[in-house]
Structures are given as structure tokens and as C-alpha cells.
């Protein structure tokens, strides 16, 4: 079975340009999170779709959006980058009606 | 008070001894439990899950549950230096989550000497 696959794996983007993220979770798991984890930092929690809705956000600006498509693929999308935004995306997948999140490698963004 | 409570460490062990992570969380109607290990720049792996009181093992791995104590706790027997990594306490808590959103605690980093 493969596991959560996130792209791209690294992503250079300017001050005040919008970066976009995607996720493709366990085949049959149809939840998908976001989190964000800043150097030295724990895991801060974005944003949860489950059946294409968003079901909850954390404390984040609005320009962190995103949104999960028919197959329960998500996209992130971050706009008017700054540089605190520079920190390692992570996915996580979860089975219907289960809470146990499984992770994908992340994609690490940088914003100079 | 934070909602997941870990000391960061590190916590040293000598290779082949127990090592004992602590956790603590604030949502007394929690009820599902998880250990994640993530390596340096990695993603967090899931390790073990528990939703009842007292023990349950796998393989070297055994993690501990007392929702009277509000605490958690991940045992990892005849430590190997490949252990070396932070390990995350994770928390489902119905008071504040929300269906199944997850709260994770800073992380206890783990080095395990030669």
C-alpha cells in the first residue's frame, strides 16, 4: 500500500509570492491535514478536510487556504509569502471514521 | 497550561537500557493516544496507538495509558542508537479538537550512546 506522497519536495519562493503545496493521501483514506513544523518547532496544525469540506483551521492567516479534491487529494496554498512562512509542510491521511494519521515525507518551503 | 506537555530533553540513554518518555495532557475527555518517532528533517512516523488504560506493547515498544493520571507514556526497550530521534506525544481531545484533529506535543529528543 503506498503511503502519503507530497510534492514538491523542496520549494524556493520570494517574499510576497503565493506557493502551492499538494497531497495525495493513503489510497481509501479519505481525510486529509495539514500541518506546518518550523525549525525546532512542533507541529503546528493548518487545516482538515474530510469528503471535499473544510472541517477545521488552526491560527493561521487567511492567506493559508487550501482545498481537497474529489479523489481526497489536497492542495495547500500559502499567498503573500514572508519569511516565517519558511518551514517543512506535512500531510497526514486518516481512514474514515478513524483518527490514526499517517504522514507523508513533506515538502520543505523556503522563502527568501 | 498547554493541551500536550513533553519535556524536550534530551534524554540520554546507554545503548541496551530502557528508555522512558513522559507525556501529559489537559483534556480529561480525551480518549485516543498515539506515539509518533521523527528523525532529524523527516516526517513523524507512527509508532503505536492507545485508547485504554494500561499497557500495550510492540516489539520493543511498549506505551502506557492512565486517563485518571491524565498520562501517557512510551517505553522502548534494549535501546539502539538508530532510537536516537524526538518522539512526539499525540492527543485526540474532544473538548477542543473536534472530530479527529490532533494535538501533538513538542517532543522529547532521544539520544541513545554507544
Known amino acids: 500500500e503506498a503511503g502519503v506522497t507530497q510534492s514538491p519536495t523542496h520549494l524556493i519562493k520570494t517574499r510576497g509570492q503565493q506557493a502551492t503545496l499538494r497531497c495525495s493521501p493513503i489510497s481509501g483514506h479519505t481525510s486529509v491535514y495539514w500541518y506546518q513544523q518550523a525549525l525546532g518547532l512542533g507541529l503546528q496544525f493548518l487545516l482538515w478536510?474530510?469528503?471535499?469540506?473544510?472541517?477545521n483551521r488552526g491560527n493561521f492567516p487567511p492567506r493559508f487556504s487550501g482545498r481537497q479534491f474529489p479523489n481526497y487529494s489536497s492542495e495547500l496554498n500559502v499567498n503573500a509569502l514572508e519569511l516565517e512562512d519558511s518551514a517543512l509542510y506535512l500531510c497526514?491521511?486518516?481512514?474514515?471514521?478513524?483518527?490514526?494519521?499517517?504522514f507523508g515525507p513533506g515538502t520543505r518551503l523556503t522563502v527568501l | 497550561q498547554k493541551e500536550v506537555e513533553q519535556n524536550s530533553g534530551p534524554l540520554s540513554v546507554p545503548e541496551g537500557a530502557i528508555a522512558s518518555l513522559n507525556c501529559t495532557y489537559s483534556?480529561?475527555?480525551?480518549?485516543?493516544f498515539f506515539w509518533y518517532r521523527q528523525y532529524s528533517g523527516k516526517s513523524p512516523e507512527l509508532i503505536m496507538s492507545i485508547y485504554s488504560n494500561g499497557d500495550k506493547e510492540d516489539g520493543r515498544f511498549t506505551a502506557q495509558l492512565n486517563k485518571a493520571s491524565q498520562y501517557v507514556s512510551l517505553l522502548i526497550r534494549d535501546s539502539q542508537p538508530s532510537d536516537s530521534a524526538t518522539y512526539l506525544c499525540?492527543?485526540?481531545?474532544?473538548?477542543?479538537?473536534?472530530?479527529?484533529?490532533?494535538?501533538f506535543g513538542t517532543g522529547t529528543q532521544l539520544k541513545v550512546e554507544l
Open positions: 499525540a492527543v485526540n481531545p474532544i473538548l477542543t479538537g473536534g472530530g479527529n484533529k490532533l494535538t
Open positions: 478536510y474530510d469528503e471535499g469540506e473544510e472541517r
Open positions: 483534556d480529561r475527555g480525551s480518549q485516543s
Open positions: 497526514a491521511s486518516t481512514r474514515r471514521g478513524t483518527d490514526t494519521q499517517y
